[in-house]
């Protein structure tokens, strides 16, 4: 665990200071900044595996069984002893009994049983010839070809042993591992209780759903947009709404949610012409780090604590709040939440189809939608309308196109660096 640090101990550090610009921050460095601050959540709880999927371990899971617990058949067939077969073949042995799963049998070293798959292997017996491999008349089997030995048996602890280490503390728990934690007799573990998320938008302009709309006013699509992405992150979501633009109900807020939650998002407010009407709410209730990222959109991104509660000030935008959710607020949760390794987003590389302007100096993530081509190779179209308002243009672009800082203009067939809206779920 990270020792608790105060964000104006690690800004007033003088072998890092000259890295510090709250008001130009590269995206890496802004990402290396904010990963200062977070270090999993310590509360735990025991939960029954039925309710585990998705939630990260607090600690790791060890067997306490073999799996399988006995040899058995991994097919319907004839169980054999390979050492009664001498010569070259063909053979033939006579059918003496027959085992299906879930009952035992003794074998004879120059006989065949009957077994069934997941049955018991007889003992005595260390071969499983496959019923279509054999030919049978009346009590007796006829096979051509002398099996190995241990062939289609399943060993005891061929697929875990007692006391290995199952599962690492830090893993998210799919839907298969819920199947191998009760193949192990295991029905409840120890994990992070869910990270708490209070979020609300902010802005006189901004009407919740089921009013109607007067001329200058929007509904709140962001609000909407985040339950959708907290949900994808298992966290337990706090919906505060929409707070309007009054300094004293905004801090009021804030306070509020710094007592409930781990982490506060807020969109709007911190754009220019807002950003010192929040600033000045911050730094009165908690610290800043930094307030705006060289990147479009969502250059705006304002980052710091309340408290022990970490804050992500998102722009107003729509689109703007969504990038900058995926590109900083994703990995923050994951971390708080306890999760390791924390799943990177991978970059993949694909073919301009066409030019694209740019800006040295900043990152952009413009919207694109990539096809792959029959020699595996990723092709990726920006999409024409690159707005930060252009809501449309998240549902159907299915990646982003990540042009770094250094890069300028890029002509058509420049390799690109893309990331799938699928990799970010």
Known sequence: MKKDISLSDLISKSNIEHD??????????????ITNFLSPLEQEETIHIKDALHRILSKSVKANINVPNYDNSAMD??????????GEGPFSLQITGKVFAGNQLEGNANEAVRIMTGASIPAGLNAVIPQEHTETHQDIIAFKTKPFFNQNIRRLGED??????????????ESCDLGLLASL???SIKVFRKIRVAFFSTGDEIISLGNPLSPGQVYDSNRYSLIGLLKCLDVEAIDLGVVPDDKNIIEDTLK??????DVIITTGGVSVGEADYMKEILKKIGEILFWKISMKPGRPLAYG???????????????STMVTFYQFVREAILTLAGQTPIPKVPLIKAKLLMSIKKIPGRTEFQRGIY????????????????????LRSMSEA???????EDMAHLEKDTWVDIQLFTSLA
């Not at 509020?256 to 939650?261: G, L, P």
């Not at 179209?381 to 707005?387: E, V």
């Not at 299915?398 to 770094?404: D, E, R, S, Y």
């Open 185 to 187: 007799g295991i029905d």
């Open 256 to 261: 509020k949610a710094s007592n409930m939650a």
């Open 160 to 173: 875990i042993k007692s006391g290995q280490i199952v599962f690492q503390s830090g893993r998210r728990i």
């Open 371 to 390: 096809e792959q081509d029959d020699d595996g190779i990723f092709n990726v179209t920006p999409l024409k309308d690159q707005g930060s308002g252009i």
């Open 77 to 86: 067939g004839y169980a054999i002893n390979i050492d009664s077969l001498k």
């Open 305 to 319: 604590k309340i408290g022990h509660c970490h804050y992500f000030g998102l722009p107003g935008n729509p689109v």
């Open 398 to 404: 299915n990646c982003f196109i990540v042009l770094h």
């Open 20 to 33: 510090y610009d709250p008001n130009a921050m590269s995206v890496e460095k802004a990402r290396t900044w």
